[in-house]
């Protein structure tokens, strides 16, 4: 109070400070942004047909470039010419060329990059050229992911076995398909064995 009994004004340069609580700032948490792969079954030499299902699919949800990439499970059967469908195990009735030469000529050409690992029907003699390793086939975004593996797709850890399995192969020596498919049964060199099962996976459950 000051000398006439009324209250005093503080002075503001003598004041005490005043804790106040920080400021608070809001941080936002996008979402990852989406990956959308397709899955794909048999081929067998149809990829015009893959094409336009895909593109198809793609218009209805997004439009061109929504599908980051494309996984094919087998017998894609990417036959050059007739002398990779010789190597294929098949009856002579079933072996048709299909229009891969198409993919190779540059007519079809994929917008996404596409990994595949081999089935049953397949031009062995040219797939396992590499040794059994994977390799881009030439074609822009064709990709062979080998006899086995393990790699990163996108964000996606991806164990690929290519083959079958086999009552009595599994344990057997399986011959290089590029050095022997003229001397030995092409069905011999469909087969993935137990080491290359063992590269890829601990454990694996399987329904036959």
């Known amino acids: 109070m000051d000398e006439h009994g009324r209250a005093a004004t503080p002075d503001p340069t003598t004041a005490a400070p005043v804790d106040r609580p920080p ?8 979402p990852p ?7 794909v079954g048999d081929v067998h030499g149809q990829f015009s047909k893959v094409l336009q299902l895909i593109k198809r699919w793609e218009l209805a949800n997004g439009g061109p470039g929504t599908v980051s990439f494309v996984l094919q499970v087998g017998d894609m059967e990417p036959h050059r010419d007739e002398d990779d469908l010789a190597s294929m195990a098949a009856p002579s009735k079933h072996r048709q060329l299909g ?5 190779v000529s540059g007519e079809l050409v994929f917008p996404w990059p596409l990994y595949f690992i081999g089935g049953n029907h397949e031009p062995w003699a040219w797939l396992d050229a590499h040794g059994g ?6 074609p822009p975004n064709i990709h062979f992911l080998g006899r086995a593996t393990v790699t990163n797709i996108g964000p996606l850890r991806v164990a690929a076995l290519s083959g079958i399995n086999g009552t009595n192969t599994l344990h057997a020596h399986r011959p290089s398909a590029t ?6 049964k092409n069905k011999k060199f469909v087969y993935f064995t137990q080491a290359e ?12």
């Open 23 to 30: 400021p608070t700032t809001t941080t936002t948490t996008r």
């Open 179 to 184: 050095h022997h498919f003229q001397t030995v």
């Open 133 to 138: 390793e994977g390799f881009a086939l030439g």
């Open 99 to 103: 229009d891969f030469h198409r993919v």
């Open 197 to 208: 099962l063992d590269s890829v996976v601990h454990l694996s459950l399987i329904h036959i």
């Open 33 to 39: 942004p989406r990956t959308i792969f397709c899955a």
